[in-house]
């Protein structure tokens, strides 16, 4: 009786499905190559991780003092920062300025960026309107750049400007209206630094407010500020 030669083939496996829990759980956070902020925003530059750099005009990083104890954050470059490559020199800009004056506490000691590096827009005629970025896009900015941002600074308090700002600082949806007002204090970040926080509105909500209703919510803006001065050098 022959018997037939054993086959040297072996057998291929269908790959193993995911758990749930493994689908649901986010990409690790990625740690800093770069040493400082200056090798970081020179990787920045270079960022592909997301398609918002295909119609933005440049990465736009943050800037300030790399031994800043303040950071503040707010969503993402404006028309004027995507030209000008600098984070608040728009309208929102000024603003901030001046409500950063008012409440004591200076900008040049201070650290600013955005939760998102490029400008996401929809153009409309000859203007470019600003988009709101979704959940990847700010999840994915977040673990690039913010948290090595904020890791290589290591601040004591970081303003979160805005609903995108708050969702890339504590890494989940945060109501504005129940959070501003107070400093939460030692809160660990989804950058994994320690830091205190302030929740407030971002300034271009102030540009959107009723005429009638513009200086007391600029006012409300800048006493949530005012929880910063503690922390501004003297």
Same mark, same amino acid.
């Given at each position: 009786?022959?018997?037939?030669?054993?086959?040297?083939?072996?057998?291929?496996?269908?790959?193993?499905?995911?758990?749930?829990?493994?689908?649901?759980? &986010?990409?690790?956070?990625?740690?800093?190559?770069?040493?400082?902020?200056?090798?970081?925003?020179?990787?920045?530059?270079?960022? @592909?991780?997301?398609?918002?750099?295909?119609?933005?005009?440049?990465?736009?990083?943050?800037?300030?003092?790399?031994?800043?104890?303040?950071?503040?954050?707010?969503? $993402?470059?404006?028309?004027?920062?995507?030209?000008?490559?600098? &984070?608040?020199?728009?309208?929102?800009?000024?603003?901030?300025?001046?409500?950063?004056?008012?409440?004591?506490?200076?900008?040049?000691?201070?650290?600013?960026?955005?939760?998102?590096?490029?400008?996401?827009?929809?153009?409309?005629?000859?203007?470019?309107?600003?988009?709101?970025?979704?959940?990847?896009?700010?999840?994915?900015? $977040? $673990?690039?750049?913010?948290?090595?941002?904020?890791?290589?600074?290591?601040?004591?308090?970081?303003?979160?400007?805005?609903?995108?700002?708050?969702?890339?600082?504590?890494?989940?949806?945060?109501?504005?209206?129940?959070?501003?007002?107070?400093?939460?204090?030692?809160?660990?970040?989804?950058?994994?630094?320690?830091?205190?926080?302030?929740?407030?509105?971002?300034?271009?909500?102030?540009?959107?407010?009723?005429?009638?209703?513009?200086?007391?919510?600029?006012?409300?803006?800048?006493?949530?500020?005012?929880?910063? @001065?503690?922390?501004? &050098?003297?």
């Amino acid at each position: 009786m022959i018997h037939p030669t054993p086959s040297t083939r072996t057998t291929r496996r269908a790959p193993a499905k995911k758990s749930a829990r493994e689908l649901r759980s &986010p990409a690790p956070i990625a740690r800093p190559t770069a040493r400082s902020l200056t090798a970081l925003r020179e990787e920045a530059e270079h960022c @592909r991780a997301c398609p918002l750099w295909k119609n933005a005009t440049q990465t736009v990083f943050g800037e300030g003092r790399a031994t800043a104890r303040i950071v503040l954050i707010g969503e $993402q470059p404006g028309d004027r920062e995507d030209l000008a490559g600098k &984070p608040f020199v728009g309208p929102a800009g000024k603003l901030l300025d001046r409500a950063l004056e008012q409440a004591g506490v200076e900008r040049t000691q201070t650290y600013v960026t955005n939760a998102v590096k490029h400008f996401k827009f929809e153009p409309r005629g000859k203007r470019r309107i600003h988009k709101k970025p979704n959940e990847h896009e700010i999840s994915v900015c $977040q $673990q690039h750049w913010l948290d090595n941002e904020l890791r290589l600074i290591e601040p004591d308090l970081v303003i979160a400007m805005g609903a995108t700002a708050a969702r890339a600082v504590f890494g989940r949806a945060t109501a504005i209206g129940k959070s501003r007002g107070h400093i939460i204090k030692g809160q660990s970040l989804a950058s994994e630094i320690g830091a205190d926080v302030i929740v407030t509105v971002h300034p271009s909500f102030l540009l959107r407010v009723p005429d009638e209703d513009r200086d007391s919510a600029f006012q409300a803006f800048v006493e949530d500020l005012k929880l910063a @001065r503690k922390y501004a &050098p003297a």
